[in-house]
């Protein structure tokens, strides 16, 4: 899946019965994380009447995909039961309300194969939501964090069609060891530079004004950065940052953001 150019977006006008959607992100998925998977669970099973009429997902709901093959018997079954058990789940709940996936630079890999089976639809990134006369813009945020120029260049080889194929054509177990190496690497990035999320990327304001105004839109929102917050961009125009999930962390976090007749709210789960 490569990025759609933002002054080409079409805008996605929400049917007419939606009243609400709601948008989660950064949930981080993994089999080494139960408590948080279990939040997701419970969440995903509240009684139909809690939910909005369509969940959007918006990157990095997976800690780590390497394939579609990992959904296949011949996948290590630590990997692929873990997998499976998110994928029952998503294709059971989207037979009540419509599922939409963005990808996040964690889930890039998520192919179609594994979209169908859990019955959602695929969102480019950037996507722009029309509802109830408003627009949103929506990504998963690592596309707009232009300081950090060391991962805007591995994001552009890892985003291309060749690398992936050339990537995916890798044995599973392979493609497992990397992943899991990549994230290593990062965790031991983000240590290095100590608990001080100043230090860490974020969107860039400027770029994330230009998107806007390109598409006639007044929010953007987006996850990625973990650190959930409403930002002013001036003109109108806000940033509207989701909240990751972790159900280990004192106080827990797990948020949706629901947009409705109302406007936008962060509802704790
Ligand atoms: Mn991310």
Not at 60 to 85: C, I, K, M, N, Y
Not at 119 to 145: N, Q
Not at 201 to 217: E, I, P
Request: hydrophobic share 40%; aromatic share 8%; with cysteine.
């Amino acid at each position: 899946m490569t990025d759609t150019a933002v002054d080409r977006l079409t805008p996605w006008r929400a049917p007419a019965p939606w009243q609400a959607v709601d948008f989660i992100s950064d949930l981080h998925l993994q089999s080494a994380e139960p408590a948080t998977f279990e939040r997701w669970r419970a969440f995903m099973q509240r009684p139909l009447t809690a939910h909005a009429d369509a969940l959007v997902i918006l990157g990095d709901f997976f800690e780590v995909w390497a394939g579609d093959d990992l959904l296949q018997a011949e996948a290590p079954s630590e990997a692929r039961d873990f997998a499976q058990t998110c994928v029952d789940l998503l294709k059971t709940h989207s037979t009540h309300r419509p599922i939409f996936f963005m990808h996040g630079n964690r889930d890039f890999l998520l192919g179609s194969d594994a979209m169908s089976a859990a019955g959602m639809s695929e969102l480019a990134d950037p996507t722009l939501l029309e509802m109830h006369g408003k627009r949103c813009l929506l990504t998963h945020g690592d596309a707009l964090c232009l300081d950090d120029t060391e991962y805007q260049s591995f994001r552009s080889m890892v985003r291309s069609p060749e690398w992936q194929a050339r990537f995916l054509s890798r044995p599973l177990k392979e493609r497992l060891a990397i992943t899991r190496q990549l994230r290593e690497q990062s965790e031991a990035k983000k240590m290095a530079s100590g608990q001080d999320t100043a230090t860490w990327a974020d969107v860039d304001s400027t770029a994330a004004r230009q998107w806007l105004n390109a598409v006639n839109a007044t929010v953007l929102i987006h996850g990625h950065t973990h650190r959930p917050d409403v930002h002013d961009l001036g003109s109108g125009l806000e940033r509207m940052v989701l909240s990751d999930w972790d159900a280990s962390a004192t106080p827990p976090r797990a948020e949706v953001l629901r947009w409705d007749l109302q406007g936008l709210r962060r509802i704790a789960i």
